[in-house]
Nanobody, 120 residues
Framework: VQLQASGGGLVQAAGSLRLSCVAS?????????LGWFRQAPGKDREFIAG???????TLADSVKGRFTISRDSGKKTVYLQMDRLKPEDTGVYYC??????????????WGQGTQVTVSS
């Protein structure tokens, strides 16, 4: 399974960004869970959001009410809509996939990461 993330960039606080991640590979199918992690400078990688094949999603408390995860199974793509961004949202965002679900301590496949920088 290969994951290609895009959409990162520099944005001012209170702004918005939308990340996308396209999955590919012969073993990937719509039953896979997809999600996002981020790693801030000097910190461990943390779970941000996950979504299973049915559309049920889970968000970290730090982003609830500001971020939305969604997926388009036909396009094998997962999105992370990030609104009301804060400087503490700065980091490298990684797309992840798992044969069941992506969670705080669960992901089998990783993308290359995309940088998000939020200026104050």
């Amino acid at each position: 399974v290969q994951l290609q993330a895009s959409g990162g960039g520099l944005v001012q606080a209170a702004g918005s960004l939308r990340l996308s991640c396209v999955a590919s590979g012969r073993s990937f199918n719509s039953a896979f869970g997809l999600g996002w992690f981020r790693q801030a400078p000097g910190k461990d990688r943390e779970f941000i959001a996950g979504i299973v094949w049915s559309g049920h999603s889970t968000l970290a408390d730090s982003v609830k009410g500001r971020f939305t995860i969604s997926r388009d199974s036909g396009k094998k793509t997962v999105y992370l809509q990030m609104d009301r961004l804060k400087p503490e949202d700065t980091g490298v965002y990684y797309c992840a996939a798992d044969r069941v679900r992506v969670g705080p301590n669960r992901a089998e496949y990783w993308g290359q990461g995309t940088q998000v920088t939020v200026s104050s």
